[in-house]
């Protein structure tokens, strides 16, 4: 499976639910390639369709890139910028799989300037391959090594916030040394959020020895106090032979 991939593109990038390629007034990220998608965070009025569409039609956009080039970076900043892109590159695994492509992706830290800010997001660097056996297929619903995010209170310090995101990185990492594998359950955009984030901090970990971290994301089902509740696994792997 080829996972390095430097293929020129033009830009794109998605604005409010919409693609737009080439747009002249898209965000400078550093670091930033010419095929890539920059997620923008739906308004919190929006109405729950409308969300959906949006979700769906960024979905479109990133299999619409993994069919003809293969590869696509999926750029987000904000955790409900995350939230959405998660969402969209698990129906995108869908789209794709009528194809017998599968998806994958690669979290790494992004960061960009705005006015006197300087904001650090998180790049879904995703590419297509031939889509694995179905004998050795892996069901996230019942995983067995599985780690639950929890939401940070909304209280928390930065510094406790941040040390928390290590402590699940760490995990992460130790979970993928041992086993060459692990589910991250979330629910919600705050938990998906710290999951990409510790994800982002277990590939530098995992890297140091030696083997890369890839991922790709499904939606979850569970029953909490009596509600059904959908959530994001995603599931993490090494190129470990």
Same mark, same amino acid.
């Given at each position: 499976?080829?996972?390095?991939?430097?293929?020129?593109?033009?830009?794109?990038n998605?604005?409010?639910?919409n693609?737009?390629k080439?747009?002249d007034?898209?965000?400078?990220?550093?670091?930033?390639?010419?095929?890539?998608?920059?997620?923008?965070?739906?308004?919190?009025d929006?109405?729950?369709?409308?969300r959906?569409r949006?979700?769906?039609?960024l979905a479109?956009?990133?299999?619409h890139s993994?069919?003809?080039?293969?590869?696509?970076n999926?750029?987000?900043?904000? +955790?409900?910028?995350?939230?959405?892109? &998660?969402k %969209?590159? #698990?129906?995108?695994? *869908?789209?794709?799989? @009528?194809?017998?492509?599968?998806?994958s992706?690669?979290?790494a830290?992004i960061?960009?300037?705005m006015g006197?800010?300087?904001?650090?997001g998180?790049?879904?660097?995703?590419?297509?391959?031939?889509?694995m056996d179905?004998?050795s297929?892996?069901?996230?619903?019942?995983f067995?090594n599985c780690?639950?995010?929890?939401?940070d209170?909304?209280?928390?310090?930065?510094?406790?916030r941040k040390? +928390?995101?290590?402590?699940l990185?760490? &995990?992460? %990492?130790? #979970?993928?040394?041992? *086993?060459?594998?692990? @589910?991250?359950?979330?629910?919600?955009?705050?938990?998906?959020?710290?999951?990409?984030?510790?994800?982002a901090?277990a590939?530098?970990?995992?890297?140091?020895?030696?083997?890369?971290?890839?991922?790709?994301?499904?939606?979850?089902?569970?029953?909490?106090?009596?509600?059904?509740?959908?959530?994001?696994?995603?599931?993490?792997?090494?190129?470990?032979?």
């Open positions: 499976m080829n996972k390095e991939r430097n293929k020129d593109e033009n830009n794109v998605e604005v409010d639910g693609v737009v080439g747009n007034n898209a965000v400078n990220v550093q670091g930033d390639d010419k095929n890539s998608l920059r997620v923008k965070a739906d308004p919190q929006i109405l729950p369709d409308e959906k949006n979700v769906k039609k479109g956009a990133i299999s993994l069919r003809t080039s293969g590869e696509i999926v750029r987000c900043f904000g +955790n409900a910028a995350i939230g959405k892109a &998660a %969209a590159l #698990a129906i995108a695994q *869908n789209y794709i799989g @009528v194809q017998d492509l599968q998806l992706f690669a979290p830290f960061s960009t300037r006197d800010n300087d904001l650090t998180i790049s879904f660097c995703t590419f297509a391959s031939k889509k179905a004998d297929a892996v069901d996230v619903e019942s067995e780690l639950m995010v929890k939401a209170p909304k209280d928390v310090s930065a510094s406790d040390h +928390n995101v290590k402590k990185a760490g &995990a992460i %990492a130790h #979970a993928l040394e041992e *086993n060459k594998e692990v @589910v991250i359950r979330c629910f919600g955009n705050a938990t998906i959020g710290k999951a990409s984030k510790a994800l901090i590939r530098a970990y995992t890297a140091s020895r030696g083997p890369d971290l890839y991922c790709w994301d499904a939606f979850i089902v569970a029953n909490m106090n009596g509600n059904e509740r959908t959530g994001i696994a995603f599931y993490a792997y090494t190129n470990e032979i």
